[in-house]
């Protein structure tokens, strides 16, 4: 025999399964990702600053100059003789090729004998791929932060920073024996600093 109720339970579950699928509705939307990237900038150090070798009477005063052009000079010497052998400009290569940097650094340093006489590294200047004698270098170092030197990577990629600074001899500060004065030695060195945006 015919059983409508079962029919008709499976009439009403059947049109409230197709109801419910009938009555979904699904929207989809893309979200979008963006990595920004930079070219990453580091420094290489090439060559350290070499002023060559002095000679020295027990009294003495002037200058000792070196351009970013790897040239020193003596200013005002008494008692000074210059042997500019071996002398070179300090030489750091800023690694980067797109955009633009700023340079900044200190405005000088120390050398020591190792034995705590020093020398003071009075002043600093450098200039941009090509050197330059002392007077005429482009840039003074005025401290860390101050009166940033920009620098186009994209026109001038891979630059090269050239480094000079002046001595202060006065005062017959170099010591009997003939010693080094290095900032490797318990001086302070020269400290450069490039900022990228």
């Known amino acids: 025999m015919f059983n409508s109720k079962k029919l008709l339970l499976t009439a009403v579950v059947g049109g409230l399964v197709g109801m419910t ?20 900038v580091s420094l290489t150090k090439n060559t350290d600053m070499d002023f060559g070798t002095i000679e020295y009477a027990a009294v003495h005063s002037g200058t000792l100059q070196l351009g970013s052009n790897g040239t020193p000079v003596l200013n005002a010497p008494i008692g000074l003789t210059l042997d500019a052998t071996g002398s070179t400009a300090g030489d750091i290569t800023i690694n980067h090729t797109a955009g633009t940097v700023e340079v900044t650094c200190e405005v000088g340093g120390t050398l020591d004998d190792g034995s705590a006489n020093t020398i003071t590294l009075q002043s600093v200047g450098f200039d941009v791929n090509t050197g330059a004698a002392f007077g005429a270098m ?24 050239l480094i000079g600074g002046e001595l202060d001899l006065n005062g017959s500060v170099i010591v009997a024996g003939g010693p080094t004065y290095s900032t490797t030695t318990g001086g ?3 400290t450069f600093r490039v900022i990228f945006p």
Do not use: F, K
């Open 188 to 190: 302070d060195p020269v």
């Open 138 to 161: 482009a840039n003074t170092c005025g401290g860390l932060g101050v009166g940033p030197v920009s620098v186009d990577t994209t026109a001038l990629p891979n630059p090269q920073i």
């Open 21 to 40: 699928a009938i009555s979904a509705q699904a929207t989809d939307i893309d979200v979008d990702a963006t990595l920004n990237t930079r070219e990453a």
